[in-house]
């Protein structure tokens, strides 16, 4: 069954600090990884999406990796804002990449405090 | 910047009753997306549409839910008879490529049922 396990399930950190948020995946075959961030009550944003020959992708303070060998991406935020609390959800395509193959994460719940 | 709009934003219903969530697509997008996400839990997909019919659709998407696009504009998810486990955030999706194209979410609207 494909399946897409992050951690930490949640996390608190101090403005300016960096983290990373993990997420690993049994989906097969893999087609693409995408990371979103959804703010409390709203949908989800597109942050990434990484092939099975991307090692890494940047937007902005955001930087994903992806080892498609162990099946593990990462999602790195340097100098966090108070704006980046919400959560991070790691979404795995199967396949084709066809819509009714994508796999969600629970994500991870960030928060970001003064 | 063009966004997906979704209406309402929270509709409350009996058990039962028929629902209708209406989604506005960003103009030039072609495939459209409905999901779910229950509370606290991770987001599920439903269905796909593109020209004018369901590309596909999850086993959550069973005879009481509907999709269609009757105006070219609206694009909207009908649940026939609601029940209590139908309580969820819905969200649109939209995209111009596909699937593995990314695509961008609504909202949501928040449905209750009583």
């Known amino acids: 069954k494909n399946q897409v396990e992050q951690s930490p399930q949640s996390l608190i950190i101090l403005e300016g600090k960096n983290c990373t948020l993990q997420c690993n995946y049994t989906v097969s075959p893999f087609s693409n990884l995408r990371w979103y961030k959804q703010d409390t009550g709203r949908g989800p944003v597109s942050l990434t999406i990484m092939t099975f020959s991307e090692n890494t992708k940047s937007n902005g303070r955001y930087t994903a990796t992806l080892d498609a060998d162990t099946k593990q991406s990462s999602l790195h935020i340097t100098a966090s804002q108070l704006s980046d609390s919400a959560s991070y959800i790691c979404v795995v395509s199967a396949g084709t990449g066809t819509a009714s193959k994508l796999t969600f994460g629970t994500g991870t719940r960030l928060q970001v405090t003064l | 910047e063009p966004e997906v709009t979704q209406t309402p934003s929270h509709q409350v219903t009996q058990m039962g009753q028929e629902v209708i969530l209406r989604c506005v697509p960003i103009?030039?997008?072609?495939?459209f997306y409905w999901y779910r996400q229950i509370l606290g839990q991770k987001v599920e997909f439903l269905v796909s549409?593109?020209?004018?019919?369901?590309?596909?659709k999850s086993e959550i998407f069973d005879d009481q839910f509907s999709v269609e696009r009757p105006d070219g504009s609206n694009f909207t998810l009908k649940i026939r008879s609601t029940k209590l486990e139908d309580s969820a955030m819905y969200f649109c999706a939209t995209n111009w490529g596909g699937s593995t194209d990314t695509q961008y979410f609504g909202p949501g609207t928040r449905l209750t049922v009583l």
């Open positions: 549409f593109y020209n004018n019919e369901i590309s596909e």
């Open positions: 103009s030039n997008h072609l495939y």
